[in-house]
């Protein structure tokens, strides 16, 4: 099974602050997942990028795929308290099976 | 549309004792997963099913756990005997699979299990 890591581990800002997230692995993944994890409830799909270098925007959420498919980062613009919860990163093995990274938990204080 | 259902939701045990959980899956997802999440840890997979099939359990410790998907719905997680070491939280999830590519799972609020 393939490892990802994610960093920080952990995070606290003030609301309107920038921030970016990072899941790193040694490994290839034919795409990548990031889902957001609220207290008591399971993980929600926020994104998944498929091709190297991909970049998608979520409203002031920016994801991007590397280039060589081995790792990704979530850039959140001028957070707000809503956006505080637990980020996961999620690549997807060949077989459809899901390798989850710990997580890093963003705290936005108003 | 109603998501996934877990029950129950919050479970507390002694050691050795047996429980087990229930999971209904979206209407008309014919893969269902269940994970477990330990506290600070993303979710691991347990045992993935396509249909009635279970096509992945290479990560279930099936001298104590057990799982079933009868008709190819609604899904139980047995632990039997439960140890401290099995408290976590156990989610469950479905999907449509329609490429490996682009499968979005949909998870249920889990099941937070203390054994004591």
């Known amino acids: 099974t393939q490892l990802l890591e994610q960093s920080p581990q952990f995070l606290s800002i003030q609301e309107g602050e920038n921030l970016t997230v990072y899941c790193n692995s040694s490994s290839v993944f034919s795409s990548l997942q990031w889902y957001r994890q609220e207290p008591g409830e399971g993980p929600v799909l926020l994104v998944t990028?498929?091709?190297?270098?991909e970049v998608k925007k979520l409203k002031r959420l920016t994801f991007q795929f590397g280039d060589a498919r081995k790792d990704s980062s979530l850039h959140i613009t001028a957070a707000q308290p809503g956006d505080t919860g637990l980020y996961l990163c999620a690549g997807a093995e060949y077989g459809n099976k899901l390798v989850f990274g710990a997580g890093t938990i963003l705290r936005v204080k108003s | 549309e109603a998501g996934v259902v877990q029950s129950p939701r919050y479970k507390i045990i002694e050691k050795k004792q047996p429980v087990a959980f229930w999971c209904n899956p979206i209407?008309?997802?014919?893969?269902l997963y269940w994970y477990r999440q330990n506290l600070g840890q993303g979710p691991e997979l347990l045992i993935r099913?396509?249909?009635?099939?279970?096509?992945?359990d290479s990560q279930l410790p099936k001298d104590r756990f057990s799982a079933e998907r009868l008709k190819g719905v609604d899904s139980t997680l047995k632990i039997q005997p439960a140890e401290l070491g099995d408290s976590a939280v156990y989610l469950c999830a479905s999907s449509l699979l329609v490429s490996f590519a682009d499968n979005e799972q949909f998870f249920g609020p889990g099941t937070r299990l203390t054994v004591l």
């Open positions: 099913y396509e249909n009635e099939e279970a096509v992945d």
């Open positions: 990028v498929v091709t190297g270098g």
């Open positions: 209407s008309g997802h014919n893969t």
